[in-house]
Every structure is written in C-alpha cells, then in structure tokens.
C-alpha cells in the first residue's frame, strides 16, 4: 500500500538545548488508524508540530502523499487537518463562520452544503450561530474538529483528543474517527489512554524521551497482553533456580521465598500444570500461589521505563 506519509531521520533539538526527537522514523498507509503513545513531555506534539510544518525539525525529512513537506509545503499542508490540544480561535466568532473561514485558508472554494453535513454531522448545527464563547468544552472540541475538517483533509492529527472530556463525547469521537477511516481519511492519535489506543487503533507507536521505541500492529500488542504471572511462595527458601526447573521461564524473587513464572496464557500449553508436578517430584513446596495478567499499561510501563534505564537522562 503507498504510504500517506513517510517520516524519515526526524529529530529536533530546542534553541533550549532539548534534544525532543531523535532518529524517528515511521510509515503511516492510507487508511489506517495509528496511536501515538507517550509520556508527557515525550515528544508527541513536537513530532505532530514539524509534519503540521508548525515546527521546524533539525534533522530528517517529511513527506506527505509524495510532497516534500518543505519544498511541498502547501501541497503537503492542505492534504492535513489539525485538532490541537487548545482551541485557537476568536471567541466572540460564531461557529459556522469560524468553521467556513478555516476552509477559505486552504483554498477551498466555498461549499455551504458540505459545511452544513460537516457541522449535522459534529452535533453542531443546532449551534452554528452561537458564539464561540457560548460554547461548552466538549462543544468547543467539536469546533476544532470541524475546524480541521473544514478543507477535507486526507490525514487528520488529533493531539490528545479526549483529555478531560466526558464519557458521552469520547463515544462520540471515537464513532466519528471510525466513519472518517471507512472513508479513506487516515488518523493519526496522541494519547495517555492506553484504553483509547486499544479501543480505537490499528498500529501503535510508542515515544519516550524522544525516540520511538515500539511500533506494533495492536493485535500483536493484544497477543502480548496475553501474558501472564504465575508467583509461587515457597515454603522454603531457594538460593537459586534448581538446574531440573531449567526449561520454564522462572525467576527468584522475594529473597528466594517466590518464584516467578511468566508465560503466554493464550498458548494451548502454558506449562504450568508441568512446572508444579516437577516442583513436586523434586520436592519443592510452596505454601501459596497467585496469578496476574499483564495489561497493555504495564508493557507500556516497563518499555517507557526501560529506556529511560539505558539513556543517559
Ligand atoms: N518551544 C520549546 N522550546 C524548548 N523546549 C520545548 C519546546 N516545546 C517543547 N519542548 C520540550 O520538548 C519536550 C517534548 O515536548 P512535547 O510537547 O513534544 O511532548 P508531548 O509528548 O507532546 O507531551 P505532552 O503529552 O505533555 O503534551 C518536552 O521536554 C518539552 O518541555
């Protein structure tokens, strides 16, 4: 499939000194639902900021749909529609003025009729005359996705689209990402929400301190989700894991009074039924057991957390 944007040696560094992306580089194809996962501070929106042509990168290129984004940048820039995190817009505006001029900037010719369906279709034609101010902040968000909609972008960056909205709006959101996709629109997605991510995504990539460190289709993740703990408290304590319990994946914690099984409880063998009959041949006995089922939080966890062990900070 032809990527819809290919990201190539990107990094920025601050005026500050702030090495804020190092290195990323990431394919998005046409269609495609991808969450970027972070962080704060990671480096999300400074990556969301150079493909927007917000922010100049230091290093490494853009291209959207074969436009350099620099030598293309209008080409590049009106195949894009922007949902910040804040909305930038003159509160005393009414919304369907707001919304037809963000059209105007790239271009567009006037469409009435395709502003009305844009705004039917955001709950927000009942409120096209209200002004700005008026306006809730989940209707304020609304605003802004018919904002960045407004010029029929191909690609759509939402950056942390549900941060503190309620559960009715993020439902809704989360319909309308849906029936953009089935309309060939490809989104791209900053969040906190592991839940979002799981709920909505394709592929995920995840970003700390700059660099991306995983980008996985979600149904591999899933797959990852899969495994489990198995913590067995030992009657007595071991100094080592015994040389017959080699072919299970187990290690000693607790000062030697657990051992600890991880394996993929989605296999058609996990191994546990075997590891407790050998345990019992050679006679080791524990007085309790526990299981836990690892979530995508904790993967995300241990990964943000394990690179920020290897570099320097
Ligand atoms: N204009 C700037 N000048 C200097 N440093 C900046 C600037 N903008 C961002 N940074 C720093 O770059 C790093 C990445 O910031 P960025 O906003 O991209 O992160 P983020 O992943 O989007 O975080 P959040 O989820 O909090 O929005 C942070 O340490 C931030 O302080």
Not at 27 to 45: R, S, V
Not at 51 to 64: E, K, R
């Amino acid at each position: 499939m032809q990527p819809v944007l290919s990201i190539a040696g990107l990094g920025k560094t601050y005026k500050s000194g702030h090495e804020a992306l190092s290195g990323v580089d990431l394919t998005i194809d046409k269609g495609e639902i991808f969450a970027l996962l972070g962080p704060n501070g990671a480096g999300k929106t400074t990556l969301i900021s150079i493909v927007c042509g917000i922010v100049t990168p230091s290093a490494g290129t853009v291209t959207v749909a074969g436009h350099d984004h620099v030598q293309g940048y209008r080409a590049a820039r009106s195949l894009i529609g922007l949902v910040p995190q804040e909305l930038h817009t003159d509160a005393f505006e009414k919304v369907i003025a707001t919304v037809s001029f963000s059209r105007g900037l790239f271009g567009k010719p006037r469409d009435p009729a395709f502003i009305e369906q844009l705004l039917r279709d955001l709950s927000l034609w009942d409120k096209r005359d209200a002004k700005i101010l008026e306006l809730s902040g989940g209707m304020k968000r609304r605003v802004m996705i018919a904002k960045a909609l407004s010029h029929e972008p191909e690609i759509l960056f939402l950056d942390e689209p549900t941060a503190g909205v309620d559960v009715e709006l993020r439902r809704d959101m989360w319909a309308m990402v849906r029936s953009l996709r089935d309309r060939g629109v490809t989104i791209i997605l900053t969040t906190h929400y592991i839940e979002e991510a799981e709920e909505m995504a394709d592929r995920v990539g995840v970003i700390s301190k700059g660099r991306l460190i995983l980008v996985e289709e979600k149904h591999a993740l899933i797959k990852k989700l899969g495994r489990k703990t198995l913590t067995l408290n030992l009657a007595e304590p071991l100094a080592a894991v015994p040389g017959e319990l080699a072919e299970w994946r187990l290690e000693l914690a607790g000062e030697g009074h657990e051992l600890v099984y991880e394996f993929d409880s989605q296999a058609e063998a996990t191994g546990v039924p075997s590891l407790l009959r050998r345990m019992s041949d050679i006679g080791i006995a524990f007085k309790d057991l526990h299981t836990k089922q690892s979530s995508l939080e904790d993967i995300f966890v241990g990964l943000v957390h394990d690179t920020k062990a290897e570099q320097p900070a």
